[in-house]
């Protein structure tokens, strides 16, 4: 009697090719549809230090250079978390905004796909041709092997320098909402100070994730936007432009 795929005991054929499907995936992907794997402690550690002193938390990414012979994270646990967070705090806005569940849908989508991703991907792949076009030690004529920025690298400096970005312009402004709403120049400075405090730190945690390769040269240049969000605060400012009070007018009305 010939056995049809329906008679195949449970752990036959099936299992044992997606077995084999998941093996072949990179590690990352891997990972990240396996939420056991990853590393959520230690992820959660890196978040807090990048709020405190994110200069401790690029020297475990020495380490994991030794260790991985890579640069970039092989955990997703990062990107997961904040996505994860990002979802949690457009629910709070759409809240108290009384928004429906299309407005907390919109949220999610500009704060996940667009502010996070979309500009991640773009801001990160501008920031590895830049590295590796023009800052990078050329090492012809040596016995030193050839580095290159990694693109996952780029992203994952993108990641670190968002998620203290997204805890002062998302949640600490949740806080001042009452305040930064109001009509009237004091409390246009002080969102405007906000933002511009956010985008300060962002550039500077992004310089020193390009600062700790020993391969690259000159990495002050991504200090350079610091000033240009000094002048924004200034234009804004001088405008009356209240950063917060539009923000939340084109994610919420």
Request: aromatic content about 20%.
């Amino acid at each position: 009697m010939s056995t049809t795929p329906s008679a195949l005991p449970l752990g036959g054929t099936a299992p044992r090719s997606s077995g084999r499907w998941l093996k072949n995936m990179p590690e990352y992907i891997r990972r990240a549809i396996n939420y056991p794997q990853m590393d959520v402690d230690y992820t959660v550690w890196q978040m807090v230090y990048l709020c405190l002193a994110p200069a401790k938390v690029y020297r475990t990414t020495k380490y994991h250079r030794q260790t991985k012979n890579q640069w970039a994270r092989d955990d997703p646990a990062f990107v997961a978390i904040i996505v994860l967070l990002m979802a949690i705090s457009s629910l709070a806005y759409a809240i108290a905004f009384h928004r429906n569940f299309f407005g907390f849908l919109k949220a999610v989508f500009f704060s996940v796909v667009i502010d996070f991703l979309l500009a991640g991907v773009v801001l990160s792949t501008i920031m590895w041709w830049v590295a590796n076009t023009y800052l990078r030690i050329d090492s012809t004529g040596t016995h030193a092997t050839e580095q290159y920025v990694e693109w996952m690298y780029s992203f994952d400096v993108h990641c670190n320098s968002y998620f203290p970005f997204f805890m002062i312009v998302n949640v600490g402004q949740y806080f001042l909402l009452p305040l930064f709403l109001r009509k009237g120049m004091l409390w246009a400075i002080f969102a405007n100070l906000l933002y511009c405090c956010a985008g300060a730190y962002y550039t500077f945690v992004t310089f020193l994730g390009y600062d700790i390769l020993p391969f690259l040269q000159h990495t002050t240049v991504f200090l350079y936007p610091i000033p240009a969000c000094g002048f924004f605060f200034i234009i804004t400012t001088a405008m009356r432009i209240n950063i917060c009070r539009a923000v939340m007018a084109f994610y919420f009305t």
